[in-house]
């Protein structure tokens, strides 16, 4: 990637991860000293699938925008990058995409850099957003040691240079019980690379170390519950390449709630 941001290149995973800083009560994360945030999963246009449903909510537009732009300023962020699924239309570009997306990134791009690695949902992106957008396919790319991607689809073999896997896709939660209430939390979950099986896959050297799995900035969009019982890993790179119950998770406030398949999830009563 071009661009006059870079992230200075790591010869240990523990130096690599001191460049990361999350951002307290968000599901963002700072990249530093180059400021350059990172974020999953906006879904614009989420209302309108839960219209269709019978589940009517205030337009959420300027309210992403307006969260997203105050992390930016409290951050000092010059650069974000945001992790697939940007809007939620799945097959294209629905109407209400034609109007909100273009409106958010035409505002995004007055203060930051911005580039976008397509998601699950981001077919057509291409159409509406501004052209000083930098776009990656699904497969991600690598900047100063860390792989950039969504998380529904196998990094190429350049991806496995990298020390550190960022990805979203997931959504990632935990749930509580509680006197027979149910609480679904969002949080961040980091877990162990599976190396021996993306050596076997791809036939060579895999310096990945290190996983971390980016909760959904829209919170309309919910999350799945990594502890709970009939919890399904979805994508390749949760399913196959991390050791996801082995990860630890974190609330967002940077509460340590330890490993996942430590948490007692509970019984409903």
């Excluded at 930016?72 to 629905?94: M, P, S, W």
């Amino acid at each position: 990637m071009e661009s006059e941001i870079t992230l200075k290149p790591t010869s240990k995973g523990e130096k690599n991860k001191k460049n990361i800083q999350f951002v307290p009560g968000e599901p963002a994360l700072l990249l530093e000293p180059e400021k350059i945030l990172v974020i999953a999963d906006l879904h614009i246009g989420l209302e309108r699938e839960l219209a269709k449903k019978g589940i009517h909510v205030p337009d959420q537009l300027l309210k992403l925008q307006g969260r997203l732009f105050k992390i930016i300023k409290e951050t000092g962020a010059k650069h974000v990058i945001i992790l697939g699924d940007v809007k939620n239309e799945y097959a294209g570009t629905g109407w209400g995409d034609l109007a909100d997306v273009p409106a958010f990134f035409s505002r995004l791009t007055e203060k930051v850099a911005v580039t976008i690695v397509k998601g699950n949902h981001d077919g057509g992106i291409e159409a509406v957003v501004p052209k000083n957008v930098e776009i990656y396919e699904p497969e991600g790319f690598v900047l100063g040691g860390f792989l950039f991607t969504h998380g529904q689809a196998w990094p190429d073999k350049n991806g496995l240079s990298a020390k550190t896997l960022i990805m979203g896709h997931t959504h990632p939660a935990v749930e509580f019980w509680s006197s027979g209430a149910r609480s679904v939390e969002p949080v961040w979950i980091r877990a162990p690379i599976n190396k021996k099986l993306l050596e076997r896959k791809f036939k060579t050297e895999v310096n990945l170390e290190t996983a971390i799995i980016v909760p959904v900035f829209n919170h309309l969009a919910g999350g799945a519950a990594f502890n709970g019982g009939d919890f399904k890993p979805q994508g390749p790179l949760l399913s196959k390449a991390t050791d996801w119950k082995a990860g630890e998770a974190f609330l967002l406030d940077g509460t340590y709630l330890g490993k996942l398949k430590d948490i007692d999830v509970g019984k409903k009563r």
